[in-house]
Structure formats: C-alpha cells, structure tokens
C-alpha cells in the first residue's frame, strides 16, 4: 500500500519556514544553470539566425572567418561563374562580393572604445539577406561616403545615428540609414559600399563571396567545384554552417563554465535538502512508527521521503526557472572570438533548457534526500514508538 503524495505535500506546508528557505537555495542555483543555458543558446541562435540555408558562403581555404579570409578578385569572378547561383531579376548572378574589417568606435555616454564589424557591400547584399530592413533612412549611394548602421549599434556608439559622422579609414562617413537585422549577428554591424571601403582600407581582395543557389540541394556539387578548382584555395559552406562554427568555441565556453559553477553550488543546495529532510525524519520519529505499526513498508516509507524531497527540488526549480525567463528582456554584447568584434545578443529560452533545469533540480532533490530516506525507512518499529 502506497502513501499518497499528499501527505509528502502537507508534511512540506507544516514546515514552511524550511521549506521555503531550501527550496529558495535550490531556485538560485536553477536560476544560475538556466541562465548560463539560456547565454550559450542567445549566443548560438543569433549567429545561426545570421545565416540562410540557401545562401553559400565562400572565404580562403583555411580561414575561421571572414576576418581572416582573403580572396583575390580573379578568384572571385571564377566562383561568380558557377552554374548552381541564382540570377536576379535582370539575369544577373544573385551574388555579393564583401570585404569584412574591424574598427573601433567610442560608446555614447562614455569614451570606452569597442570592435565594430565593417561590411563592404554589393548590389545583392541586402537581397540575400531578407532578414534585413531598412527601418530609418536609405541605401548608402554606391561611390559616396555613406554607410548604414544595426539599429543595435545606433543606439550604442558615438556617430552611429542617422545623419550622424563617424571618422575611419581617414575619411569621414556619414550615416544614411539604420537597418533591422532582428535577432542576428548583422545588428552589430555597419554597412558601405565595397568599392569605396576596400581602397579606403587598403585592401585589394574581398573577404568572402555569398551567393544563394537556385536549387538547395546542389550544394554539395558547386562545393566539390570551387574546392577542387586547382586554380582557386578557397572553400565553401553553407552560410548557417558558417555562422553555426563561429558560435562553436564560445558557446561551448559559456556551457562549461555554467555547469561547472551550478556543480558547485549545488553542493550547497543538496547539502541544504539533506538537512531539512533529516530534520524532518528526527520530528516525525513517532509518526513512522505509526506508519509501520499500520503496515506500510520500508520501501513506502523510503518512497515517501524521496517525493518530499523532490517536490522540494521541483518548486525550486519552478521558482528558479521563473525567475530566469525574465532574463529574456535583457540584450547584453560580448567579444565574439573568431572576428574579435562587439556582437550583441539576448539570452533564449528553449523547451529543451526548462526540461533540463527541472530535471536538474529533481536530481538534487533526490541526492539531497536519499540519505535521511534511508534513517526513516530503517527505523525500528518499537523503538519509532517508544518516542511519541
């Protein structure tokens, strides 16, 4: 015969004090794990979200990134050649040649400078990359000094708003318009003309060349031919591929030393249960007894205390993973390490992170009370009686 789980439930309510406070432990350290999950995963989707299935992007064998790359421009008109590309309107390779550099800027309200992601931009750029929307202002002319940037880096650096200056390259460049990229990487970029910032960087090859292909499922053969062209050393990968390895390093960073800081202070949390619990065997000696004397078994006894505990593990993970969902209004930028730039990101919430928190916190619930489990269900039945 089984002891329902109500009873756990009420033996919880008349010890809300303790209760309270262990539950409170276990929700701060649900709190810290969601949290660290929810940065990786902010970090991951954004850069993912960066790119576009049908999109291929094409940098120097060997490159991590764009930033590292280099293609002469002979190369990048043999690519432009490739049968699988899509044409535009007016039967034109849906293609872009980009350049990719870092710049510092000061931030508005102090004059701590940061990297900034330079884009250098061609007439297909922003048709590759529907994703994005001039919200304020106007395509920079091609030939001007002029540039359009993130809405995320308009509202943090010094001369990033419309109309607004901002010095690099030793010229001056005025910004003609902001562009929403939503929740990817292309925010915390500025955007020009590839034919005037290459020579006002000094740089004769572009960064990469992204093109999107009329049919999805030839990737795999215009990879094989630009890759084995002997005449080229450049590679090819689908663009959320490319965005998803530069999210790799950091997110698995973030990943380990999240778990590494919940491990640690969940010793604290279970070491909390485990004291609660043997409390709660010491006051109920009596009622044990009674419960032997009834004939309830030491497994039911045993089963009765690990649900208690846990149900302590599940409202502070519920109360912890409460608590960490309001993180999702919260935009936050850190260097990203491939390109060494400024990205900014919010943390994300996934169905897969909940289940893992609240699993997490059953599993210190169940650690944390196991061994007072084990006093309760091998208490002698006289001896439990002999203390009422």
């Known amino acids: ?17 303790t ?38 992007v094409v940098i120097r064998k060997g490159s991590q990134s764009e930033m590292q790359s280099g293609i002469p ?25 980009e350049l990719v550099v870092i710049i510092n800027l000061p931030k508005r309200g102090s004059d701590k400078p940061s990297n900034i992601t330079i884009r250098g931009i061609g007439e297909f750029s922003l048709a590759l990359r529907p994703q994005v929307k ?20 308009s509202k943090r650096f010094k001369g990033a708003g419309i109309g607004e200056t901002m010095r690099f390259a030793m010229q001056d460049w005025t910004v003609v318009g902001i562009f929403d990229a939503g929740k990817t990487g292309y925010s915390s970029e500025i955007w020009g003309d590839v034919d005037q910032l290459m020579p006002a960087f000094r740089r004769p090859a572009y960064s990469s060349v992204l093109f999107k292909l009329r049919d999805s499922s030839e990737f795999q053969k215009v990879k094989e031919r630009v890759e084995g062209d002997p005449r080229l050393t450049l590679e090819a990968k689908r663009e959320t591929k490319y965005y998803a390895d530069q999210s790799e390093m950091m997110a698995k ?30 006051n109920r000696t009596a009622e044990i ?17 690990l649900i208690e505990s846990m149900l302590l593990g599940l409202i502070g993970g519920l109360t912890g993973l409460i608590f960490a969902s309001f993180m999702q209004f919260i935009t936050i930028s850190t260097v990203n390490w491939q390109t060494f730039s400024e990205l900014a990101f919010s943390f994300t919430l996934t169905p897969a992170i909940s289940i893992s928190s609240l699993g997490f916190s059953l599993i210190m619930g169940f650690i944390g009370g196991v061994l007072p489990a084990l006093r309760a269900s091998r208490m002698n039945i006289v001896d439990a009686l002999r203390t009422s």
């Open 1 to 17: 015969m089984a002891i329902p789980v109500s009873y756990s439930f009420r033996n919880l309510l008349t010890r809300r004090l």
């Open 19 to 56: 209760a309270i406070l262990t539950a409170g432990g276990m929700a701060l350290v649900v709190f810290v794990f969601a949290s660290v999950l929810m940065l990786a995963e902010g970090l991951r989707k954004t850069l993912i979200e960066t790119g576009s299935y049908d999109n291929v």
């Open 73 to 97: 421009r002979e190369h990048a008109s043999i690519v432009e050649t490739e049968p699988e590309i899509a044409t535009g309107p007016d039967g034109k390779p849906f293609l872009a040649k």
């Open 134 to 153: 001039i919200i304020e202002g106007r395509m920079p002319r091609p030939g001007a000094t002029e540039v359009i940037a993130g809405e995320s880096v």
């Open 253 to 282: 960073f973030l990943r380990i030393l999240g778990i590494s800081l919940t491990v640690i202070f969940s010793l604290g949390a279970m070491i909390g249960a485990m004291i609660t619990m043997y409390a709660a065997v010491a």
């Open 289 to 305: 007894g009674t419960l032997r004397a009834l004939g309830f078994q030491r497994r039911n006894i045993l089963v009765s205390f």
